[in-house]
């Protein structure tokens, strides 16, 4: 199976859209300033896709994150966020995601900013698992069609 994108090693791999269909390459962006790239650039395309990288990308922004409080952190995720609406302001399930993974961190806002960290991706990761699954459902679905 060829997944759109992916997480590995602390790092978003996704499939270069703009090289379909005469071939498949991939990006691998380690920071959040690469994945808007990718994503303004058309790199990364499809609502679900979109979501699922602006998760990610908050992942990114925040993982190295020396913030020792929550209101520190919470700023700092702030401005990650921010970066990436603005990447695709019209993409609904970019902004559902963001949404999605702020919530989170707020629902764990008495933990430790390292275990905030580990929820997020986390969360980043059941996106990802969800999206497999309807996709997966879908996929069912139709072939009992043709």
Known sequence: MINTIEWIDKKV???????????????YCQDVN????AICSLKVRGAPALGIAAALGLVLGIQN???DDYPTFKEEMKKVID???SSRPT????FHSLKRMADCAEK??????????????EEALKIIEEDRLCNHRIGKNGASLI
């Open 65 to 67: 994150s020396s913030a």
């Open 34 to 37: 690469t994945l808007r790239e």
């Open 83 to 85: 970066l990436l609406a």
């Open 13 to 27: 791999k996704i499939i270069d859209q703009t090289k379909l269909p005469d071939g498949l390459e991939y990006i």
């Open 91 to 94: 993409a609904v399930n970019l």
């Open 108 to 121: 764990n806002k008495l933990r430790k900013i390292e275990e905030i960290k580990d929820i997020l991706e």
